[in-house]
């Protein structure tokens, strides 16, 4: 068996090639594309374009949510009406058909046809092992198994899993393409049926169908016993972290002191199984029809992608677990969007300073809206104070300057509420620079809907501070360089309408022109 | 056997005792006090106080961070020399001592003796039935078991399961008073030993065993694997709610149909159990060493409990799942708190309306505070939103008030930020109101440090609207008579400093009175 990838310099992935297009195949298909890869997809199903089209349309309004970083311009989906056609021109080939190992093994002989050799080949498999799915294979060095979780484009967790032939460094590569995708890569260094996360739930599962079965409770309450309890636990530390802390200063080794002899009580049904009949899908089935019946598939898979999205920026805000990895995926896109905030194609040079710039855009989250439906008013402010972080970082006040000790400081804001906005509405930003002088800068943005209508101006007085000292101070020279340069570029721009108002003032001044935008506007 | 509870009227519970101040009885205190109730400890170890210490510290920590609203004065504690001095008070009594049946039976015995005949005696235990911890009671009709998580102050659920001779009534009656804690208790219908909780984890527990003294994986992955995958979706949907999903369209019975079969397939070490040894405990204890050990367990617990916090309240902004019953909680308090928003006892006609009202009191959340470690500047705005909607309710423009389709809507703000706050700083809103009448109210809000000082001002035009229409109309007369009432009460104030600037006026007016508040001014 020849070797062909031998190296861990990551490959570069364009084009991803997508066998099987059931829910972990779509998954898959939306996580790529939503990062901007082209994926032909091979599904022999009729209507596989159709069944997958909820999950992509999950996915699109996930990553709305998920960050508020611009995102690259999604990629091209093809549907082919073959194998050869899906896999001939992509680098990386992921398998996700039914769980048979004679149908895995025959597709990844029709895969090897046509594909080029050094396509990476991924079995998306929850419990077959590697080893045996590689066994016939023409060059299986290049085949893993990457077991992906529901839903594939918003959970982090990937297990890479290599066979006895897969060639050293691919597992290196996959981490490096899967972390690019904003997912966590974890290597189960044994390959095992089932592997590891699956046997975790298989453990669950059985013991829950015995806790049914024996009417010791019911499913919604089963549910409700592990989502206000442990699930809480589990969505920030493991098993073995959280009973750590139960142990106290002592540690695990006092844990296991106190909790090791259970293991031989007779607490548990683990040691027999339930007999699968149809009495028991009677019961399970009708009692999670009582609990969730309500509610139809579509309507909970929004539901739970909201959750998720709430629960990683959550997470975010604490700096761990799936928080860190979503903010080291948002900070890569903040990094490449800095570039692209013009809407250009990617080079900063075209961005025209002569002109208000165009410094954020995004849709309005969920749990930006309040009691009165639309944007709450703390949130205006909020899209210009990242109006604001974008211009500092097109002069320069990046987060390598203000670890250097400088920084922007707001002093004073007036903002004009002239129009609502509601959830998931596209927004973007037009910023002007007023003045830009010693350790001063004095911004003017405009919030804009996506249809061009002007929601509400913000403008602002900003102070430039030492944050080793709290005090005013010039900021450095390239970053008044280039803030210099903006500012004679714009010095030709007409004063917009509204700067230099005081609260009260509208009452006289702003009714005439603002009467035909403003809902909220006195006619009396 | 008597019965002494009824009824299942719920019984008013001021003092609480609980025996056994371990991880657990401390997390039960610490849920108590924050909740207001005095509570008296026994335990029989001397260093008890002090071993409790950090768990009240902990929970005072997350509680500061879990809620925004006014919480209750915190209760007394205090520590008992007997169980008899604990007991002879209290109309709750919690037992939280180690897991051993006649060392729980004989401590029923000594509380039978003193305690009130109607005080509901509550077993804390994760695994011994209730009809054996009552089976030699004098009055066992009232005892039950509440088995709570670890944090007990943080985490909702709490099992609750009654033996063969608890009283009927005795579930509404514990139910009842837990949903008054903010947890969300769960009837276990029928006891069995270790309940439902802990045969989920007893089995994730065992295969976690398993896949560590096999090699598979190491602790620190198995974690990973949970807290970025399955960890996330337990948060919010448990076992059968999510499998439901997984099964599509066709929902549980699909899923039953498709993974039923696995339950024989030979992809588990459940069927036996991992030997208990010292060879076990060194592979367990070193991994978790060498994944954990460099945090202490007191910061390990912080990161635990901000990121419980920050999960409630994502899945609040969802209106989902724990955050269900974050939102119930807080809107008791926020109920309550109106009332005592003034400083007050209780009663509103205590505010003194003739001077700037204290509109809203927190300290700041970890996740207002942004890469400058300061409270980020939206949050300003929205402290000056949220003293906007505590004055709305003081003036009759409450939930109920909007449900009928009238509200306040912001037309244009002037805020003026003259010194930093940083994370858990506690700060007040003091708020004037300049003007009221036909459609408009302009108010003047000050931020306050906890201190005194002033660290920025909000002055705000708001025009009352029509919900349905969006444009402005009158307030209800009701609603117009409190404010005229108010702006007569408040006429003589004098203008606050700051009123009526524009930016920019700022650089000319501002500095001689604020130089010495504003870290950010300039100084040249």
Not at 39 to 44: I, N, S, T
Not at 454 to 470: C, F, K, N, P, Y
């Amino acid at each position: 068996m020849s070797s062909v990838v031998e190296t861990k310099t990551p490959i570069a992935v364009n084009t991803a090639a997508c066998i099987g297009g059931g829910v972990i195949g779509a998954g898959w298909v939306a996580r790529l594309i939503e990062n901007g890869l082209s994926v032909r997809v091979y599904d022999p199903m009729p209507d596989a374009a159709a069944r997958m089209q909820p999950v992509l349309d999950n996915a699109d309004r996930a990553y709305a949510k998920l960050t508020m970083a611009q995102r690259p311009k999604k990629g091209e989906l093809v549907f082919c009406a073959s194998i050869e056609a899906a896999v001939s021109s992509a680098q990386w080939i992921i398998e996700s058909v039914p769980e048979r190992l004679a149908l895995k093994q025959s597709i990844y002989a029709e895969i090897e046809e046509h594909a080029a050799v050094d396509a990476i080949i991924v079995s998306s498999t929850s419990g077959i092992m590697p080893s045996d799915l590689q066994a016939q294979m023409q060059h299986p060095g290049r085949l893993i198994v990457a077991h992906p979780f529901n839903p594939v484009y918003l959970l982090p967790v990937v297990e890479l899993v290599a066979g006895k032939l897969t060639d050293a460094g691919i597992i290196d590569t996959a981490r490096t393409f899967y972390s690019s995708l904003g997912m966590k890569p974890i290597h189960v260094k044994r390959e095992i049926e089932a592997f590891v996360a699956d046997r975790l739930l298989e453990a669950i599962w059985r013991e829950s169908l015995w806790l049914i079965k024996d009417g010791i409770t019911t499913t919604e309450d089963l549910d409700d016993i592990v989502r206000f309890g442990f699930g809480l636990r589990y969505a920030q530390m493991g098993v073995f972290e959280t009973y750590r802390i139960a142990g106290g200063e002592a540690g695990m080794r006092h844990f296991l002191e106190q909790f090791g002899p259970c293991l031989t009580w007779p607490w548990t049904k683990l040691m027999d199984v339930p007999e699968y009949n149809e009495e028991l899908v009677e019961l399970i089935a009708g009692q999670s029809d009582q609990q969730s019946g309500h509610r139809g598939i579509r309507e909970l898979e929004r539901i739970r992608d909201d959750n998720l999205v709430a629960i990683q920026q959550a997470l975010k805000a604490n700096n761990w677990g799936a928080g860190v990895i979503l903010a080291d995926y948002e900070k890569k896109l903040f990094d490449a969007g800095a570039a692209v905030a013009n809407g250009g194609t990617g080079a900063e040079s075209e961005i025209d300073y002569s002109q208000p710039i165009r410094t954020t855009e995004r849709r309005i989250p969920p749990d930006w809206t309040d009691y009165n439906n639309h944007m709450n008013e703390a949130r205006y402010l909020q899209c210009f104070g990242d109006a604001t972080d974008a211009f500092m970082r097109m002069i320069g006040c990046d987060a390598e300057y203000m670890a250097s000790g400088g920084s922007f400081f707001t002093a004073e804001t007036h903002i004009r509420h002239l129009d609502e906005v509601r959830v998931n509405e596209p927004v973007y930003t037009l910023t002007q620079v007023l003045m830009g002088e010693g350790k001063k800068m004095q911004l003017f943005h405009g919030l804009h809907h996506g249809d061009g209508r002007l929601l509400a101006t913000g403008e602002h007085m900003l102070i430039h501070v030492s944050l080793e000292t709290r005090a005013a101070c010039v900021p450095g020279a390239a970053v008044a360089q280039e803030l210099a340069r903006i500012v004679a570029l714009q010095a030709s721009l007409p004063l917009p309408e509204g700067v230099g108002r005081a609260v009260g003032q509208v009452r006289v001044q702003a009714r005439v022109v603002e009467q035909t935008q403003n809902p909220t506007e006195d006619n009396s």
